[in-house]
């Protein structure tokens, strides 16, 4: 055998195959369902089809689904499962043309108490960026037909869920969802009983003239100079494309949300007080991989001059299960 010809050879094969391993080492190739690059567009309005609006969706809570009897009696809902506990007087409901509806009525239920709850359904606790501190809140829908419902003008529903440990500062609020990238609360007129708050032994009964979102707040001093605006501090690619992120008082049962603005590329708060404990959480879907970004802190430190308090968070990937996990711990 001629071992001079075959240390050349040796020599030539190692070359070709470290040069194909180099080669491929140079090209990149996305798995299934990833994008092929990070993304680092903000968008001017959210639609239905960005990864942050399929990221909420699948956030969502299940509601509770039960049935009652519209008719001339008073109709009590036990929805143990859902956590309340409503009266409905008799022929309480309408269908949006103005006719009285009777007989069978479907109902949806859903309770939130918990903060981590409050960012899964995207219900912040702030009413025009005044801050709320929720006793909870609450959502109830009716129909027939394949029709939603509505309460007759002038009627009123009786709420009641339970609260170790009731406020007698609560007022009622009403969910406005007109806008809806950003949900808000509004105060409900405060004439006759149909908007009142009764704070009880560990539970708050509650009368609403309205049906969807109701909450049961009050309003949180936030008047005076001494408030702070915060804003994230985050990688490229987390944009309000694929991003949600929100403010959470740990010491208070208040939510804000924290609204991209294209033009800084930043998440930023309304005005909030100083010196609280808070939590800046962080939602986002990119391909099929979801993150989660979170930081403690207190308001009011590391002010710029602009008067905002800049929080730098890099979110690391987590399976939706533990990102929900995560929220109910909130």
């Known amino acids: 055998m001629n071992y001079k010809n075959i240390i050349p050879l040796l020599f030539i094969s190692s070359s070709l195959l470290l040069t194909a391993c180099q080669k491929d080492t140079d090209v990149f190739i996305p798995d299934p369902g990833q994008v092929s690059g990070p993304d680092t567009n903000w968008v001017a309005t959210i639609t239905a089809g960005m990864p942050v609006t399929i990221l909420q969706n699948n956030l969502l ?127 409900a007129d405060t004439a006759g009983t149909a908007s009142q708050v009764i704070a009880g032994n560990q539970f708050y009964q509650l009368y609403s003239r309205n049906l969807r979102w109701v909450n049961c707040d009050y309003f949180y001093d936030t008047t005076g100079a001494n408030r702070v605006k915060i804003q994230t501090e985050l990688p490229a690619h987390f944009t309000n494309a694929n991003t949600s992120v929100y403010l959470v008082f740990n010491e208070m049962r ?22 609280k404990p808070i939590t800046i959480v962080v939602i986002s879907k990119q391909g099929n991989d979801y993150y989660l970004g979170k930081q403690i802190s207190n308001s009011g430190l590391n002010v710029t001059g602009n008067s905002n308090q800049s929080v730098p968070i890099t979110p690391i990937k987590t399976g939706l299960a533990d990102i929900k996990a995560y929220l109910g711990t909130l």
């Open 254 to 275: 208040t939510v804000v949300g924290m609204y991209g603005e294209p033009t800084v590329k930043k998440f930023i708060s309304g005005k909030v007080p100083v010196g």
């Open 61 to 187: 809570l299940e509601t509770y689904t039960d049935s009652f009897e519209v008719n001339a009696n008073l109709a009590t809902v036990n929805a143990t499962a859902a956590g309340l506990n409503i009266n409905f007087p008799p022929f309480c409901c309408q269908r949006p043309n103005g006719l009285t509806v009777s007989g069978k009525v479907y109902l949806e239920l859903l309770l939130l108490k918990n903060k981590g709850d409050m960012i899964r359904m995207a219900r912040p606790t702030s009413s025009n960026n005044r801050l709320l501190v929720s006793g909870g809140s609450f959502f109830i829908k009716l129909k027939k037909d394949g029709e939603e419902l509505q309460l007759k003008p002038s009627t009123y529903i009786q709420v009641k869920f339970a609260d170790p440990q009731p406020s007698p500062l609560m007022k009622v609020f009403y969910g406005d969802e007109s806008n809806p990238n950003q949900f808000n609360w509004l105060p």
